[in-house]
């Protein structure tokens, strides 16, 4: 995947932004949940009792977003660089990873950073150092 420079403006990244911390906060304040999607999908192979609904919601609203979005403007082209195999073991190695981590990029990086929390910065930290260090051994070592 590659960021198409032509069209990546910092208004529209700072919007997507700015939407994401609202509608984390938002979530936190209004549920009293935290809005980390590993967490959320996770709950949903072993959902507790009356907790199915707000998951599924919650995952229905992440796919519905594009999808409403596109209506009122074109999606842009996503151009993944990589085959089914190597997506299907990121993809993988990035659901057992969460769950060893106990959160990911959204839930520690977004949420936890936002309140403060050790944890979530030592993980984060960590997920940044790992994907530095994966693109560097990616296109310098491989």
Known sequence: MAIDWNVFTPGTALAGGALIGLAAGGFFLLAGRIAGISGVVGGLLRPRRGDRAWRL???AGLIAAPLAYALAAPLPTVRIDAGPGLLIAAGLLVGVGTRYGAGCTSGHGVCGLSRLSARSLV???VFMAAGMGTVFVLRHLA
């Open 123 to 125: 993980a984060t930290l």
């Open 57 to 59: 919601a919650f995952v």
